[in-house]
């Protein structure tokens, strides 16, 4: 039998500075980018996707963001 217990900090200035590169990426390859979290299981995703989702709407409207 195996186990696997995770503990992961994330703070919102590191996800708020990986959403800004991948807004200047989407600008440069089509202006879409797709999210994919684990939103329903992981309590760290579903302050990923609120801090990305908010991010892109300040920083790059004209990015069509897309979740998974």
């Known amino acids: 039998e195996e186990e696997a217990i995770?503990?992961?900090g994330e703070k919102t200035s590191g996800m708020e500075r990986i959403a800004q590169v991948a807004s200047d990426t989407?600008?440069?390859r089509g202006n879409r980018v797709w999210w994919g979290d684990k939103a329903n299981v992981l309590e760290t995703a579903v302050l990923w996707r609120?801090?990305?989702t908010e991010d892109f709407a300040k920083r790059a409207p004209e990015v069509e963001l897309r979740h998974m």
């Open 6 to 8: 995770g503990r992961s």
């Open 26 to 28: 989407a600008r440069a």
């Open 50 to 52: 609120r801090v990305g």
